[in-house]
């Protein structure tokens, strides 16, 4: 069976601070892919990044980075310098066993960036 | 612009009543989705379909009904069956190969009064 866990619930933090957003994965299946989505207020989820189980190199994008640590079974999402544009909720998910379908979700951690 | 296109984005329907969200993409992607969003809840899969004329229940079809007459557009009908049905619905699609990634329409409210 396939789980994800976000353990925190709502983040709130003053900008300029660093976040780190929680996820816990749990799969049997050896190839897998991880994703993190955002989804502000306005309701679109949008796609931040997709990692596969074979690479575990972590990943900056700007102010994002990701650390994919297999030993844990652990994807976190670190936002540097955070600001109120990053008020959003983010969720995490996974996919694998080959089902391309199947992406499970985390429930997701609302952060909130406060000027 | 390419992308996924989801109508209405708001919606009320009386109890009792079907209603039809439409879902449209435009980036010849081969595989789509609906999901479902309740609030503090990560989202759920409703129905999905890989090719077109065919489709497949998810975790919750329930209440839900599907069509995929074209490649571009899958249409989700919330029929009086669905016991609770107000929530958000996600309309999304991908390339349909293990791992691909899926991208998201921006959603419709649909609310039972």
């Known amino acids: 069976a396939q789980k994800v866990t976000q353990a925190q619930t709502e983040i709130s933090v003053v900008e300029k601070e660093d976040v780190t957003l929680d996820c816990v994965y749990e799969?049997?299946?050896?190839?897998?892919?991880l994703f993190w989505y955002k989804q502000p207020p306005s309701g679109e989820l949008v796609f931040l990044i997709r990692?596969?189980?074979?690479?575990?190199q972590n990943e900056i994008s700007g102010r994002y980075s990701w650390n994919f640590q297999k030993s844990t079974s652990s994807f976190n999402f670190t936002i540097t310098a955070s600001q109120v544009v990053d008020s959003a909720v983010y969720f995490c998910?996974?996919?694998?066993?080959?089902?391309?379908?199947?992406?499970?979700f985390g429930k997701g951690t609302l952060l909130t960036v406060n000027p | 612009d390419g992308g996924i296109t989801q109508s209405p984005k708001y919606l009320f329907r009386k109890e009792g009543q079907n209603v039809t969200l439409s879902c449209e993409q435009n980036?010849?992607?081969?595989?789509m989705y609906w999901y479902r969003q309740d609030p503090g809840q990560g989202l759920r899969l409703i129905y999905y379909?890989?090719?077109?004329?065919?489709?497949q229940k998810g975790d919750i079809a329930e209440g839900y009904s599907v069509s995929r007459e074209k490649k571009e557009s899958f249409p989700l009908t919330v029929t009086s069956a669905q016991k609770n049905p107000t929530a958000f619905y996600l309309c999304?699609?991908?390339?349909?190969?293990?791992?691909?990634?899926?991208?998201f329409g921006e959603g419709s409210w649909l609310t039972v009064v």
């Open positions: 379909s890989q090719i077109v004329n065919d489709f």
């Open positions: 980036l010849n992607h081969d595989a």
């Open positions: 999304a699609s991908n390339f349909g190969s293990s791992g691909n990634t899926i991208y």
């Open positions: 799969t049997r299946d050896t190839t897998y892919y």
């Open positions: 998910a996974l996919n694998s066993g080959g089902s391309n379908y199947k992406l499970t």
């Open positions: 990692r596969n189980s074979f690479d575990e």
